[in-house]
């Protein structure tokens, strides 16, 4: 068993109402964390539902109270008031998990620079973070890295690993694959005739690619996504590109979906189409898919590899005439063992076993390296100050 405490981003509620990959993924980690057995707390604002010990320094989530991504002190103070309540806690907890998702929780690592516990991050996402949507492009990533390439972190795939090595001096210990949660995940079903997308709509997840293809396949699209209006780019793509094919029948838009929608329509499609045209770091929507039985037809980018087994859990292809040309295989494949595979390798249970052996590998180094005193358990007759190991 071991203490961990997880500080989570203050932005979105875990687990989301809606959209938020790496809310999602905390929900996930720290549930499966608490069955196996763990003795887990949670910062995290008070709208949060876990089954860990949970610690609010605010009553909700900061998009929820209608604070804007570009309003920074109230993110910084419940960073702050996290690593000052680790701080005086030291003695219970046996590491620090935290997670890099957003500009804002780059904050934490000047704020842990001295911390006496072990400490991991997951990078959700890619540098650099000191950016505001498609606008402005600072450099204050550079900056940080007096801290950040000193704390140990973990990516959520190869791919990511490799990409963000070629930018900046990162601690890389380990890869850990994202994992989905199989007991609230309904059985495959039979397949009807329609293919989905699912995701945010922007250019980069080619959305537009999947309906050329599925017109050209005439096969029917179902669309379950949201647009983000606060961003230019997102909005013209929407309206010049995706709405224009929305016919209702062949192409079909029936926007954002929560987890459960998603599910009943995933386990009931012939097939995901995933043209992504980045090096996505992930890919949870495919993760989604074949947990249900759903085949994914997706582009050779990102972890996309790293998750797709080509003929056995869907299709890995480079263009559109081979996506297009795969369409029609996707009923060759056994959706139950589409779902056999990602529990066997992409279950909470997994991504949950995988994180501890990284937690015993950080306090390793951690107690090899000791850059700074680290905490241990008092011994009978000891006296507080006695309790750092330096």
Request: net charge negative.
């Amino acid at each position: 068993m071991m203490r961990i405490v997880h500080l989570a981003p203050p932005w979105i509620a875990i687990p989301p109402k809606h959209y938020g990959g790496t809310e999602n993924v905390i929900y996930t980690l720290v549930e499966e964390q608490v069955a196996q057995g763990h003795a887990v707390t949670l910062l995290a604002p008070g709208d949060a539902r876990t089954s860990a010990r949970q610690v609010s320094f605010f009553t909700q989530s900061l998009l929820e109270s209608g604070v804007p991504w570009q309003s920074h002190p109230k993110a910084f103070y419940h960073m702050y008031k996290s690593i000052e309540y680790v701080q005086k806690h030291l003695h219970d907890f046996d590491i620090l998990h935290t997670h890099l998702s957003s500009a804002t929780d780059l904050y934490v690592f000047p704020l842990t620079s001295t911390l006496k516990l072990p400490h991991v991050t997951t990078l959700h996402s890619q540098f650099p973070f000191d950016r505001i949507k498609d606008e402005w492009l600072g450099d204050a990533d550079t900056y940080y890295m007096e801290w950040i390439s000193r704390v140990p972190m973990v990516a959520i795939s190869e791919s990511a690993r490799r990409q963000e090595r070629e930018k900046f001096p990162l601690n890389f210990i380990d890869v850990v694959h994202h994992g989905v949660d199989f007991k609230n995940c309904p059985p495959p079903a039979p397949a009807e005739d329609f293919f989905i997308w699912v995701g945010r709509i922007v250019p980069e997840k080619g959305l537009d690619l999947a309906i050329q293809a599925a017109k050209q396949a005439q096969v029917p699209l179902i669309i379950a996504g949201f647009v983000d209006l606060g961003i230019p780019r997102a909005r013209s793509y929407f309206e010049e590109k995706i709405e224009p094919e929305i016919d209702g029948q062949l192409i079909r838009y029936i926007g954002p979906v929560n987890g459960e929608k998603r599910d009943h329509l995933l386990r009931r499609a012939r097939g995901l189409l995933n043209p992504l045209l980045w090096e996505e770091p992930f890919g949870m929507v495919m993760l989604e898919a074949m947990a249900v039985g759903c085949p994914v037809i997706a582009f050779r980018r990102g972890a996309a590899a790293e998750l797709i087994v080509h003929g056995k859990t869907g299709f890995l292809v480079d263009t559109l005439p081979e996506m297009v040309q795969c369409i029609p295989d996707v009923n060759s494949l056994d959706r139950n063992a589409v779902r056999a595979h990602a529990e066997a390798h992409f279950s909470a249970r997994v991504m949950a076993r995988n994180y501890t052996r990284v937690y015993c590998e950080v306090i390793k180094r951690s107690l090899a390296l000791v850059h700074y005193p680290l905490v241990r358990p008092a011994r009978p007759g000891e006296q507080p100050d006695a309790e750092l190991l330096v």
